[in-house]
């Protein structure tokens, strides 16, 4: 039987990670933190599908194709779309997967546009704050579920 996959999805900007501003975002890349979460998997015995996209539209797509390919769960950043996307929270409601909310910084102690998040009103739970970690205490978190 195939193993089980876990979607991680990231939105917009987060492409550039490692590039830019690291004194919020850190260092690593976002292959990084993928190359990180593969060896967590196969530790765990689950496969890891990592995408990035700058359009909200792919990002529903995939929350829609994570629900009819039977993952286990979507770990998703979805950046600055967080403060700003009803699509994503219909979307995140429209499916019965489990959808974790990840940051890499805590939007709560930033500017307080960032305090609102759609997808937190809908997610099953939220871990931000801990750079490239909260990746991996999201995929913790989606293995206890
Ligand atoms: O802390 C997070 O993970 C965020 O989702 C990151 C978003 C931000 O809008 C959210 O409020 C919190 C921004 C992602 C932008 O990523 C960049 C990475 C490197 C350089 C510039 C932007």
């Not at 979805?78 to 996307?85: D, L, V």
């Not at 910084?105 to 998040?117: A, L």
């Given at each position: 039987m195939a193993a089980p996959t876990i979607f991680v999805l990231n939105g917009p900007n987060l492409n550039l990670l490692g590039t830019r501003q690291p004194e919020i975002y850190?260092?690593?890349?976002l292959d990084d933190i993928a190359a990180r979460l593969v060896a967590r998997g196969e530790q765990l015995g689950v496969d890891i599908d990592m995408r990035q996209s700058n359009h909200e539209g792919h990002l529903v797509d995939w929350l829609h194709e994570a629900q009819a390919e039977g993952a286990k769960a979507v770990l998703l950043n979805?950046?600055?779309?967080?403060?700003?996307?009803v699509a994503l929270y219909d979307a995140i409601k429209a499916i019965s997967t489990p959808v974790i909310e990840v940051h890499l910084?805590?939007?709560?102690?930033?500017?307080?546009?960032?305090?609102?998040?759609y997808i937190g009103m809908a997610a099953k739970g939220t871990i931000a704050?801990?750079?490239?970690t909260s990746y991996m205490l999201a995929l913790d978190a989606a293995m206890a579920l």
């Open positions: 850190g260092h690593d890349t979805a950046g600055a779309f967080t403060h700003t996307s910084s805590n939007p709560h102690t930033r500017e307080t546009f960032r305090h609102k998040s704050g801990f750079g490239p």
